[in-house]
């Protein structure tokens, strides 16, 4: 029996994603060769809903379609870069401030209870811009720690994905991990799938 996994967010989880390739070649493509190779028996079905430029407003229009419908039995959720972001590149918009952020969260998480069994694994926004002290990653705080606050309400499982990039930032290791402050490059895709899979425990 297949055991679906969506993947939800922007376009960290989207990277790579076009005609031809559905899963993408990010931290998800990772994981579902992780998962496949690791529990041949288990037949996992992976399902990659990244957007592009998306915050948890887009979510929300979305999530009928690309998880509810979707039956699954997990949902892993990477979302809160943009919701950052757009208050620094695009000021004149309607902003998603962490009171909305943590409380549009909150809804699609209770759907989920309401409409599947899934399981829900949150995803910490990892960072923005590979300085601890960048003004992206301050104004990051509160939204990590309303994912932890969900986390506990839901009884969902964290991982820790801002905790793992900032901690690799402070060890003061040259190697970046993305190619403009935000995305990943290999390496970065890479730590998130390593703690993804550590948190998980699948």
């Known amino acids: 029996m297949k055991k679906r996994i969506v993947f939800i967010g922007d376009s960290i989880t989207w990277w ?3 005609e031809g390739e ?3 070649t990010g931290y998800v493509r ?8 690791s ?10 809903k990244g957007i592009s430029g998306n915050r948890v407003t887009d979510l929300a229009e979305r999530w009928e379609q690309d998880v ?5 039995d997990i949902v892993s959720i990477s979302i809160g870069i943009n919701d950052v972001w757009r208050q620094v590149d695009s000021p004149e918009i309607d902003q998603v401030y ?7 969260y909150d809804s699609l998480l209770k759907n989920i209870n309401e409409k599947t069994n899934a399981s829900i694994i949150l995803m910490e926004p990892t960072i923005i811009g590979e300085d601890v002290q960048s003004l992206g990653n301050t104004l990051l705080k ?3 720690e309303s994912v932890h606050r969900l986390a506990d309400k839901y009884s969902a499982t964290l991982i820790p994905t801002h905790q793992a990039f900032i901690e690799f930032l402070e060890s003061r290791n040259e190697n970046p991990l993305t190619i403009d402050g935000v995305h990943m490059n290999s390496m970065g895709n890479m730590l998130m799938a390593k703690t993804w899979i550590q948190a998980a425990k699948l």
């Open 16 to 18: 790579g994603i076009d």
């Open 22 to 24: 559905t899963i993408g």
């Open 30 to 37: 990772l994981l579902h060769d992780y998962l496949k190779v």
């Open 39 to 48: 529990y041949p028996e288990r037949d996992f079905e992976i399902f990659n």
């Open 68 to 72: 509810i419908s979707l039956r699954p």
């Open 98 to 104: 962490p009171e909305k952020f943590e409380g549009i």
């Open 142 to 144: 509160p939204y990590v």
